[in-house]
């Protein structure tokens, strides 16, 4: 699955990176050499059983427990943007999607 400069770009801003050129080329042939890994590695036969030793059938729940609550502030100390209350995001659905 090819990876295009703009969706490098796009991810990078969603995570708030500024990239140059440079570092675009770089993050896109990393990413493209990842995406082609997982694919060598989703193709590795398993045994029947493979499925019983995956993390996800272990029970890793605890019981859920209140506890003391950050202080509002400093939760929101390092936020890039706040309205003094709540943290402030870009939207990234489209709102005709929300239906």
């Given amino acids: 699955m090819p990876i295009d400069a703009d969706e490098v770009r796009r991810l990078a801003k969603l995570a ?15 990413l493209e050499r990842i995406v082609e890994l997982v694919d060598v590695i989703r193709k ?6 493979a499925e019983s030793l995956t993390y996800f059938d272990s ?4 019981e859920d427990r209140s506890g003391e609550c950050l202080p509002q ?3 929101l100390f390092n936020a890039p943007e706040t309205d ?3 943290f ?5 659905l ?3 999607e929300d239906s």
């Fill in 16 to 30: 708030r990176l500024e990239l140059d050129e440079a570092e675009v080329d770089r993050l896109q042939r990393d």
């Fill in 44 to 49: 590795v036969p398993l045994p029947p059983d």
């Fill in 59 to 62: 029970d890793v729940h605890r």
């Fill in 73 to 75: 502030d400093d939760a």
């Fill in 84 to 86: 003094g209350r709540f």
């Fill in 88 to 92: 402030l995001v870009p939207r990234i």
């Fill in 94 to 96: 489209d709102p005709e």
